[in-house]
């Protein structure tokens, strides 16, 4: 399905938000993670090194310690 919400839409969401994308990921996934980051008044983008879409999954020792730097920063 098609999610036609516009990206200005996510700028009421406010706050801190980290939006991932890993290296690996198809393009327009990484072109949509950074759309949000820019509409997004606390946007901030991070890159998965060695991963793909699932970045979680695939590569848990990358991805968790991005998001603990993320938490701890804020």
Not at 51 to 69: C, E, K
């Amino acid at each position: 399905s098609y999610d036609a919400t516009p990206a200005s839409a996510y700028v009421a969401l406010g706050g801190q938000t980290l939006l991932l994308a890993g290296a690996a990921s198809p393009l327009p996934a990484r072109r949509i993670v950074a759309r949000l980051a820019e509409a997004m008044p606390g946007g901030q983008t991070g890159t998965i090194d060695r991963a793909g879409h699932m970045s979680v999954v695939t590569q848990p020792a990358l991805f968790a310690p991005t998001i603990r730097a993320f938490l701890t920063a804020a």
